[in-house]
């Protein structure tokens, strides 16, 4: 699994809340007075109480869809797209997503049921990047990590751009030719001669390392 058992319950805080129904005045009943010139009037008040049922856990979910077959590309994870609520994200996957970080404008889910090192960025409510840090998951052709170099420059060629950061690390930058993904990238982190991650995103969300500072 992707995530350990006891990000679950982190999971089930929000369900809680809303399971809730949002807070309600507690009614009262008008005071009862008895008329008499020698008895004091008596005052009857009834408090509600408010009893919490919590829903089944992923009971609306179907069945996971991400599996060791998985591909990332330039809009998603198999059936998880960027641009998705992560309500969405989560019906899609068929598991939950378990927040990493705080709740926030930006934040980390992995998912609950799936190969493990998968992470999606959460920005200001929706899905824009997907991360693959370990397990087998590669691209529609076939790059993940453990992939040369050399034969990620082979399969795409001049889509390929070389990038070197201040402090010697290198990335692949793939970039698409379809105007319809040009707002979007997938990077191949090198070390030692291999991919050793790989991600893809909305820029500049994408090239963000880490992706939600302060998180």
Request: charge should be negative.
């Amino acid at each position: 699994m992707g995530v350990h058992a006891r990000f679950v319950l982190v999971a089930l805080l929000p369900l809680a809340a809303a399971c809730g129904g949002g807070g309600t005045d507690e009614p009262a009943t008008a005071p009862t007075t008895t008329a008499s010139s020698t008895t004091a009037p008596t005052t009857t008040s009834t408090t509600t109480t408010t009893t919490t049922t919590l829903e089944p856990a992923l009971a609306d979910l179907g069945p996971p869809t991400l599996d060791e077959a998985s591909h990332l590309s330039t809009v998603g994870l198999d059936t998880v797209t960027f641009g998705m609520t992560v309500a969405t994200a989560q019906e899609a996957a068929g598991t939950a997503l378990v927040p990493l970080d705080p709740l926030g404008d930006c934040y980390r889910v992995a998912p609950v049921d799936a190969p493990e090192g998968i992470v999606f960025v959460v920005s200001e409510g929706t899905i824009e990047r997907a991360d693959i840090t370990a397990g087998p998951v590669t691209t529609r052709s076939g790059v993940g990590i453990g992939t040369p170099e050399s034969r990620v420059i082979e399969l795409f060629g001049d889509r390929i751009e070389r990038q070197v950061s201040a402090d010697g690390r290198v990335a692949l930058v793939f970039v698409p030719r379809d105007p319809n993904d040009a707002a979007f990238r997938v990077v191949f982190d090198i070390d030692d001669g291999v991919v050793s991650s790989l991600r893809a995103g909305r820029v500049p969300l994408v090239f963000a390392e880490p992706p939600c500072p302060g998180a």
